[in-house]
């Protein structure tokens, strides 16, 4: 019996489903979801984003390659120096493998830092900067829902086609909205259409209405709002007040979230046209898993946060696939799985680790149009996902020539 019992074991042992394959680091795989729970991202990002990232472990069935799964949280309070110091306790003390979400650029990057550092995995949904997957890309930084070029360009492109050919940027005065502001143009002007000024404006300034009279002045068919929160929900509201949309302009919203919509209202924010990467009724699939999570937060989702259960759901079937969560080694998996969910379509993790699908131009309904809540989109086309992205940047490393 003893000489048996001994070549089943070897037999187990070599076999590529057997347990001694399956390794997973300090026999628990860890998932913190670094977020603003309490500032002005925390709405779009915060306490929904930990609640998708449980919602994908308790689906996934709680545990992989038979060891528990756990997700932890934090604030970072959109500092960097807060957000790298969690990352590192996180990474060194906690035994973290993947942290996601990370709302606004600067922080993002600083968390990107640590974990190329320490060498482990971080997916980010709320940083849009470019060059997250450009010149600072890295094996272990993963870009899943947006950048700034794929929302600039997909609105600039797709509105500038339409008819939408005169444009005057309301723009916020730092790298983000300059960047968004820089793509657009870029775009309309290859597309025939021209623009016919900008006005740059402090952050968060409390007064827009000077660069909004600015904007309706220029006569242009479509003002361009290259900001994030707050300043791109003060400008909607106040060209609503201004007569923008009775006047027969228009406003793209650059970066606009579900969220923001809601919180403007139908009145404010009617005829706005912006890009996303994910709308709650865009079909059954969006439908069901959207109403599952308003169940949970009482509130439709953001892109960033159906990302954020996009990415976990991905990141542990890659792990059950390989057999370890060795992170190179889920990162490479992840990146040889086509990606088609409820949240992407045509989806896939490019070499520069940016996920590239294919995302949609809404416009938001008139409040007679509207027939129950949170039914604030029309949408008006798909935009193929190498489209909106473009190319990898040749700048990042990881792109071979």
Same mark, same amino acid.
């Given at each position: ?21 399956? %390794? ?40 992989? !390659? ?22 590192? %306790? ?43 997957? /450009? ?61 016919? /000024? ?25 003002? /361009? ?20 949309? %009775? ?25 706005? !046209?912006?890009?996303?990467?994910? *709308? ?48 190179? $080694? ?9 990606? %088609? ?29 509207? $027939? *129950?809540?949170?039914?604030? *989109? ?6 193929? /996902? ?11 490393? !990881?792109?071979?020539?």
């Amino acid at each position: 019996m003893q000489p048996l019992r001994l070549v089943l074991l070897t037999a187990l042992l070599a076999c590529p489903g057997g347990f001694a394959s399956a %390794q997973v680091s300090d026999d628990v795989v860890k998932i913190g979801v670094l977020t603003d729970l309490s500032g002005p991202a925390a709405t779009a990002t915060g306490p929904g984003s930990v609640a998708a990232a449980q919602m994908a472990v308790d689906d996934f069935g709680g545990k992989v !390659l038979g060891k528990p799964i756990q997700v932890i949280s934090a604030d970072h309070q959109i500092k960097p120096d807060i957000a790298a110091g969690i990352a590192r %306790q996180w990474y060194d003390r906690d035994q973290v493998d993947l942290i996601v979400d990370v709302p606004v650029s600067a922080v993002g990057l600083a968390v990107q830092n640590v974990a190329n550092d320490r060498k482990k995995l971080f997916i980010t949904h709320s940083t849009g900067t470019a060059d997250f997957h /450009g010149k600072f890309c890295s094996p272990y930084a993963i870009q899943w829902v947006f950048d700034t070029r794929a929302l600039a360009v997909g609105t600039a492109q797709e509105v500038t086609k339409r008819g939408g050919d005169t444009w005057f940027f309301l723009t916020a005065d730092y790298a983000f909205g300059h960047a968004l502001e820089r793509d657009a143009s870029q775009v309309i002007v290859q597309n025939g259409g021209k623009v016919l /000024g900008s006005v740059s404006h402090p952050f968060a300034t409390p007064d827009l209405s000077s660069f909004i009279l600015q904007a309706q002045a220029s006569k242009a068919k479509i003002i /361009g709002i290259a900001s994030g929160p707050p300043d791109n929900v003060n400008a909607i509201k106040l060209g609503g007040e201004f007569g923008i949309f %009775q006047g027969g302009q228009q406003m793209a919203g650059l970066l606009v979230l579900i969220t923001d919509v809601n919180a403007l209202g139908l009145k404010a924010a009617q005829g706005l !046209l912006l890009t996303t990467s994910f *709308y709650w009724d865009m079909d059954e699939q969006t439908r069901e898993w959207s109403n599952r999570y308003f169940a949970k937060i009482n509130r439709m989702p953001t892109m960033w946060q159906a990302g954020v259960y996009s990415s976990v759901m991905n990141y542990l079937n890659a792990i059950k696939a390989s057999g370890t969560d060795d992170p190179l $080694k889920v990162a490479a998996k992840m990146r040889e799985t086509p990606i %088609q969910d409820f949240f992407a379509r045509n989806g896939h993790l490019r070499e520069d680790n940016l996920m590239v699908h294919d995302l949609i131009l809404v416009q938001v309904k008139t409040p007679e149009e509207s $027939k *129950y809540p949170w039914d604030y *989109y029309k949408m008006l086309t798909h935009i193929p /996902g190498e489209q909106a992205f473009g190319p990898p940047n040749p700048a990042c490393p !990881l792109v071979k020539g």
